[in-house]
């Protein structure tokens, strides 16, 4: 059976139907203020972790992290966040590329605005952004600067730091002809990586860095085509970490003008 009604009740009709669906759409808007999500820790051993989605990850500030939602924003201890699930900005992706193309000067700010805002955040390119300031900073002779982030680094990133600081201030002795000190640090790392089946993503920017470093303490000792071998493998081999590829790619060219090569 057709229904029908009169042109007063469905004006009526359709002003409710739009009361109804107003203020849903309104609260849908303010529920996302973003596309974040964040893992809390479970508060006891018998609860579950609890999860804040489409949240806002604004930055951290200090021990806090800053988290915008609907009703606001509000700060967590860093502590207390298991994980956090947050694109890398694209200043990252630009500033890998200005490292890619040898342009530090450029890359500096876009990598050290990452660092200042995000640095402790739990998340792979914030801890990679971090390490690569120190190593930009070497690139770009800042030697005092470096070694402060290598420690900042350290300080903030305690499971990853050891390893990523002290290849960072070998390869700050490096740079100030301190070859014997730079060399006791790198050869251990790589003492079994050519060995290795398969590396991880950490594993490889440690071993391109520390053969750097032995490539650069090779050319101090006049060793040319093992500099040239070792610079090879940070390039071929152990490329993850950019900044040193960069640098040992400028060496190999170099060499490579003096007609030397591999041994």
Known sequence: MKLSFPLPTLQLLSAFIIALAAPRAAYSQAAAPGADNVIMKAASATSQPQQLANVLVVGVRGTKVAIKNAQGEISYDLAQIQEVRKAAPPEF??????IEAGKMEEALPLIKGITDRYK???TAWASDATAMLGNIYVSLGKLKEAEAAFDDFQKIYPSAGPGVTSVGKARLAAERENFA???AVAEPLVADALTKKTVTRAESQLYGQAYYILGRVAEGEGKLPEAMENYCRTVA?????RSVVTEAQKRIDALRQKGITTP
Not at 93 to 98: E, F, I, Y
């Open 93 to 98: 992706t630009q500033g890998q590329r200005a």
């Open 181 to 183: 000190e730079a060399k």
């Open 120 to 122: 402790g955040l739990p």
């Open 237 to 241: 081999i152990f490329y993850q970490e």
